[in-house]
Structures are given as C-alpha cells and as structure tokens.
C-alpha cells in the first residue's frame, strides 16, 4: 500500500430485484446498514409519482396523459438505510404511498415509458454519487438501470409464503385475496413492453422460501464481501 495508507473498501453498487414479497426492501436495508452503503427502494419513487398523479386526478387508464405529467412532480429519495425518506414536490408521502389507492394503480403508471426514463435517470444519479456504494432495489435494477452492477441478485418465493408474509404484515389480510393481488401485480410487471420484471443473465438467483430473513440477509452480505474482496 503506497505510503502506509489505510485501504479503504471500492464502492460497490448492488442491484436486488425480484417480484413483491420476495424481502427485497427488508434484505436490501439490512444489508446496506450492515457494510455501510446507501440505499434506495425503487419501488418507493414509482409508488411516489403514482400518488402524484393521484393527487392531481390524472386519468390513470390514459398513459398518454400519464406521459404528459411525468415530468412535473419533483421526487426526492433519501437514502439512509436507517432513515429512508421518500417525497414529493416537499410533502412526506412514505405513510400514503402504501396504501391501497396507490398499490392497486401502481403496476399502470409505472409501465409507461416516460415515467420509467424519469424515474431511470433519478435512481442512476443517486447510485452514481452514493460514495462508499449503495444497494438498489426493484425490478429492473440488474436489467436495465445498473447493468454494470458489482453484484445482482434475484430473490424469488412461492406465491404461498409471499401471500402467508403479507397478511402477517397487513394484520389478519385475507391470505387468498393477498396471493391473488401479489400474482396479479407480477404479472402486469412481467409483461409490460418496457424494462419489465426480469432477472438478469448474471444475476444470483436465492429462494427466500424456506430462509429465514436473517439467514437471506446473511447470504446476500456474504455475496457482496466476496465481490469487494476480488475488486
Ligand atoms: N425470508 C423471510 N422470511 C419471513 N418473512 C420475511 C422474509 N423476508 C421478508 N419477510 C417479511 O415479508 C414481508 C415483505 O418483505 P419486503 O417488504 O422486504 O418484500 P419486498 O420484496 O420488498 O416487497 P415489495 O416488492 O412488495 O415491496 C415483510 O413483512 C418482511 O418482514
Ligand atoms: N424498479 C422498479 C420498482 C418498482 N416498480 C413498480 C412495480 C411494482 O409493482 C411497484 C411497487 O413496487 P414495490 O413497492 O412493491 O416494490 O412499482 C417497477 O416497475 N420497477
């Protein structure tokens, strides 16, 4: 090392996708806060612009008028794994943008291509001046966002413990009508023209299934020290 210098670690970008349930939000923040690295729920931003659009009675069925607007609201991300914070033209949306009115309109405005190269562009700034890296999640983070990612992985889980993981959340939420929703918000992601649902060819694809989230957390560090270490 030149002049007895401390190394300090590469900063390493890594894209975690996979579809709703799989534990991306929780595995990405648990993994960021424990190396150090930002973090960024993408999901959050599309959730964002979708309550916009909400809000300002936008026809959602149009995507043409959703392509009109997609450049009006102002999205800002915090990326503090501890403290993510997500807004929209300066008010608060995190506690709203989970609720049923934005979830169930989500998968229609975040397929239009004017938003989708919108919200490209935000996430590609923030990971490109995050400075010890940053861990992104989505859906098309490997794919189409960070190509060049150090480090992709794919978490998938049976419909069955998604639905089982979410009613859990949701407090009593009828487990039927929950496997039935995340199915159907799968497969409005996987089949849109643009930037869909998708694990990329190089990504590491881990089965949360039978895992505890301790032990997907576990996994997914261990993934990201084996690729420090080689940099
Ligand atoms: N391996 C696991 N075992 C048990 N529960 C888990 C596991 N992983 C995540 N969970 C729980 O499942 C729920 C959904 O997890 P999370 O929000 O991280 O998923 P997600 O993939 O980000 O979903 P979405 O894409 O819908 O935002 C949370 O309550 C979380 O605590
Ligand atoms: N990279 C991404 C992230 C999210 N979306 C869309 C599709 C999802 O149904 C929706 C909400 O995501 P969640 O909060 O459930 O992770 O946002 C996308 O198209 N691309």
């Known amino acids: 090392m030149e002049n007895g210098a401390a190394r300090t670690a590469p900063a390493v970008i890594v894209a975690i996708d996979g579809p709703s349930g799989t534990g991306k939000s929780s595995t990405s923040k648990a993994v960021a806060t424990h190396l150090g690295l930002s973090y960024l729920d993408t999901g959050a931003q599309y959730r964002a612009i979708t309550w916009w659009m909400v809000n300002n ?4 069925t149009d995507p043409s008028a959703i ?11 915090g990326t503090d794994p501890s403290a993510p ?10 506690v ?5 009115e934005v979830t ?8 239009v291509p004017e938003v989708r190269a919108r919200i490209t562009e935000l996430q590609r700034s923030l990971a490109a001046s995050a400075r010890t890296g940053i861990v992104v999640e989505g859906r098309d983070i490997g794919t ?4 060049d990612a150090d480090l992709k992985v794919f978490l998938t889980a049976s419909a069955e413990a998604r639905a089982a993981r979410r009613s859990g ?7 039927h009508a929950t496997r039935a929703a995340l199915i159907q918000r799968d497969a409005a992601d996987s089949s849109r023209k643009t930037s869909p649902l998708a694990k990329a060819d190089d990504a590491v694809e881990v089965d ?15 993934l990201v020290e084996e690729k420090r270490a080689a940099k």
């Open 208 to 222: 949360t299934t039978d895992l505890t989230l301790q032990q997907v957390i576990e996994c997914v560090v261990t």
């Open 144 to 147: 189409t966002v960070l190509p």
């Open 57 to 60: 009675n936008i026809d959602i």
């Open 85 to 94: 914070t997500i807004t929209v033209d300066g008010v608060d949306v995190s």
């Open 96 to 100: 709203p943008i989970r609720g049923q």
């Open 104 to 111: 169930s309109r989500v998968s229609a405005v975040s397929a």
């Open 169 to 175: 959340e949701l407090k009593g939420a009828d487990v």
């Open 67 to 77: 392509a009109a607007v997609a450049g009006k609201p102002e999205i800002v991300s």
